[in-house]
Nanobody
Framework: QVQLVESGGGLVQAGGSLRLSCAAS?????????ACWYRQAPGKERELVAF???????DTADSVKGRFTMSRNNAENTWYLQMNSLKPEDTAIYYC???????????WGQGTQVTVSS
């Protein structure tokens, strides 16, 4: 049974930073999986923010390019999203999603709230 648990959200002023964590348990392994961070703001569609591949290739959405960085720690079996220079428009619930290599099932976390004040 796979479980993803996001943490690290909170309230921060514009220009500040937060580091989100996505801790994985069960059969999923960070070094043999890909993962993404999504976010959903009130009244808006879910948006893909960043992803990391099995080989640690990463990319981010244009809206967060240069400010957000996704990474992982294999020993901790955890994915991270480092968010710098936060803007009020970054306010959303952030979700982690991951899939094992060779599998089709995508697992989702419960989300963590990020609120950026002006």
């Amino acid at each position: 049974q796979v479980q993803l648990v996001e943490s690290g959200g909170g309230l921060v002023q514009a220009g500040g930073s937060l580091r989100l964590s996505c801790a994985a348990s069960g059969s999923i392994r960070c070094n043999n999986a890909m993962a993404c961070w999504y976010r959903q703001a009130p009244g808006k569609e879910r948006e893909l923010v960043a992803f990391i591949s099995r080989g640690r290739f990463t990319d981010t959405a244009d809206s967060v390019k240069g400010r957000f960085t996704m990474s992982r720690n294999n020993a901790e079996n955890t994915w991270y999203l480092q968010m710098n220079s936060l803007k009020p428009e970054d306010t959303a619930i952030y979700y982690c999603a991951a899939r094992n290599t060779g599998d089709t099932v995508v697992y989702w976390g419960q989300g963590t709230q990020v609120t950026v004040s002006s």
